[in-house]
């Protein structure tokens, strides 16, 4: 899985949501294996960041489908129009009680982690069928099979992203094009702070008939203080090592779990009846 350009055999990807977090250290840890990284953010001050860091960054917003189509146009220019693998990267959550999440927020986090990811990877597979060749890395989450409160938003568009990106696998059985799942659990990124400025927008927790469960519970989390990091949770650099296994891998897996609560939850969700995997997960 190798493109020419220049007179030098490299490899190309494309990755989403660089700013920080996972997309941030799969960039640099893909760049030091050797491969050429478009690393993309929402932010042009995010692009202009990393690409004083050396990277191209163009700039994708999941959101934004304008900003889809020519972030993957200046990619595939620089390129000589080839890509060798995609990294759809990028989501953002909105804390709260599903009573509580209003239909425009529903609808914006899906256009947000689901939709953005489709219309990025259609745009891309034929490039990959051309050139005969490619790789589709989707990044779900423990949230992707395994619900959890105050997280109904994202669980659903991760729900919604593990059937799409199974379907799709089934569909491109047929071809040289590799769909994967990347499922990481607790994860040091700034997710948790990054949903302030979306519940502050759609949550009027104030009014819920949750108030005391916000007041007892998701506020004091939600806006704490750093104090280091949760039971399980990894470093952004476990998931870049599943991510380089996978782009490597001859035949790669359908999924790569990353973290102990991941492993558990899969276990749990195969052999446990329901009843009491909610018993669990209502306590997680």
């Not at 920080?20 to 990284?37: K, P, Q, T």
């Not at 009846?273 to 997680?284: C, E, K």
């Amino acid at each position: 899985m190798q493109t020419r350009l220049g007179h030098q055999l490299t490899q190309t990807i494309l990755i989403t949501g660089c700013s920080s977090g996972i997309g941030y250290d799969c960039a640099h840890f893909l760049r030091e294996n050797g491969w050429r990284v478009f690393a993309s953010c929402r932010k042009p001050s995010d692009c202009d960041r990393l690409a004083a860091e050396g990277f191209d960054a163009p700039r994708i917003d999941y959101e934004d489908e304008a900003s889809i189509e020519t972030g993957l146009a200046a990619v595939l220019d620089a390129t000589g129009g080839r890509l060798d693998a995609l990294f759809n990267n990028g989501a953002y959550g909105i804390p709260g009680a599903v009573e509580d999440v209003p239909r425009a927020a529903l609808r914006q986090n899906f256009e947000a982690n689901l939709f953005g990811y489709h219309d990025l990877t259609l745009r891309v597979l034929p490039v990959m069928r051309a050139q005969g060749h490619g790789r589709v890395l989707n990044c779900s989450s423990v949230l992707g099979f395994a619900t959890m409160r105050w997280r109904g938003a994202y669980n659903s568009t991760k729900f919604a992203l593990e059937g799409l990106t199974d379907t799709l696998r089934l569909e491109m059985r047929d071809t040289p094009i590799k769909i994967v799942l990347i499922q990481p659990g607790p994860i040091s990124t700034a997710i948790r702070q990054n949903s302030i400025t979306q519940f502050e927008r759609w949550i009027d927790w104030e009014s819920s008939a949750h108030r005391q469960r916000y007041e007892d519970n998701l506020l004091e989390r939600l806006y704490a203080e750093d104090t280091g990091p949760d039971l399980f949770e990894l470093p952004a650099r476990r998931v870049s090592l599943k991510v380089l296994r996978a782009l490597n891998a001859p035949k790669p897996k359908t999924r790569y779990k990353i973290t102990v609560p991941t492993h558990v939850m899969a276990g749990f969700r195969r052999i446990l009846p329901r009843q009491t995997f909610d018993w669990i997960l209502a306590r997680s």
